[in-house]
């Protein structure tokens, strides 16, 4: 059995998620006890418990401690298994750190995972589904990964009801990657989006981030808006952001986001995401700092040298490394300080589908 201890590094739901996808996918249980101890409110919240619940559905795990605000559990998971799931989170709660803690289990299933998630699609401290969508997936399909996304309905506080659905391909094993030269920015693209509000909010947001784009970046920029008449807006509750992302020669997509709220001028939304965009661009490194610690399972689970460069070795990314080294015994090589550009390599272990599906 694998022993964690939720309080390592960071302390918080990412340590939660890491260990029970690697759980699942080496076939292997897991005992997580100080469950994001580091937090205002430590143990498994809503989010955290209904991604634990959908995992165990799909691997036919059998779950101790599984309980609001529990501090500890035992994962043990049987075969990861094909089929249409659904999960609602009851609240604004991230649909997409649920996909998180599924996607690297699914991509091992003995056939198609259908999934659909309702809650949060734009929430503070996690990827939005834009972000999602034209970011973290490009990016694993890189590796051979097979899965597809799409928003049917946005999301936001406090009242939630998005609905995201995914379908994940199995693939037989997930190829190595080197990325670390991103080359010159060819094109930067996004969205910008407004629900249960005015459609001139989103039209703002995205005219502020492209007039910061186009004094910084030497390339088309072509900022999409979304937004819903009332007799078609069927969110449930008001919400504004904007997901931008630099695609470059090599094939890196470098991206970042921001939301609006009460009180925020959308101006200042635009602003803030293009300006993180630009200071990302200007580190020359070919991840982000939201993409960096989202690739550290899959690179260590694939067949042979990976390495990646990223625009800041966050709290979040050293923690995956030191958990995964623990779950499955590589030895990552991490150059660079904490919150400075840095630079990834790991020899992946091969990980290889026990259905032996091939891709």
């Not at 590589?330 to 091969?350: C, D, Q, T, Y």
């Amino acid at each position: 059995m694998i022993e964690i201890d939720g309080s390592m590094g960071e302390g918080g739901g990412a340590v939660l998620r890491t260990a029970l996808a690697l759980g699942a996918v080496s076939g292997r249980a897991v005992h997580i006890y100080n469950i994001r101890a580091k937090r205002d409110k430590p143990g498994l919240q809503s989010q955290h418990l209904h991604g634990v619940e959908a995992l165990a559905k799909i691997t036919g795990a059998k779950v101790s401690g599984a309980t609001l605000q529990s501090t500890e559990i035992i994962f043990e998971p049987r075969k990861i298994s094909s089929g249409r799931y659904h999960v609602d989170i009851g609240t604004a709660g991230s649909t997409t750190l649920i996909l998180q803690i599924i996607m690297p289990a699914a991509a091992f299933a003995d056939g198609p995972v259908d999934i659909e998630i309702r809650g949060g699609t734009d929430n503070p401290l996690a990827p939005p589904i834009d972000y999602l969508k034209n970011v973290t997936l490009p990016f694993l399909r890189r590796m051979g990964y097979r899965g597809e996304v799409e928003c049917l309905r946005r999301g936001h506080y406090p009242r939630g009801g998005g609905i995201i659905r995914a379908k994940i391909e199995p693939v037989e094993k997930l190829r190595a990657v080197t990325l670390v030269d991103p080359g010159r920015v060819l094109r930067v693209a996004g969205i910008a989006h407004a629900v249960r509000l005015p459609a001139q909010i989103a039209t703002r947001i995205a005219h502020a981030a492209s007039l910061e784009l186009i004094r910084s970046v030497s390339a088309p920029v072509n900022i999409k808006t979304e937004s819903y008449p009332p007799e078609q807006d069927h969110h449930l509750a008001p919400g504004a952001g904007i997901t931008i992302w630099a695609e470059t020669e090599h094939g890196a997509i470098i991206g970042t986001s921001a939301l609006g709220r009460p009180g925020k001028p959308s101006e200042q939304v635009g602003r803030e995401a293009a300006l993180d965009l630009i200071n990302q661009l200007r580190t020359g490194m070919a991840c982000d700092r939201y993409l960096s610690d989202q690739l550290i399972p899959y690179l260590a689970l694939a067949e042979g040298n990976s390495e990646i460069t990223c625009a800041s070795l966050t709290s979040h990314t050293l923690t995956n490394v030191d958990l995964v080294q623990k779950i499955l015994g590589v030895k990552f090589l991490v150059f660079g300080e904490l919150n400075h550009p840095g630079r990834i390599a790991v020899s992946g272990i091969g990980f290889k589908n026990p259905s032996s599906v091939k891709s």
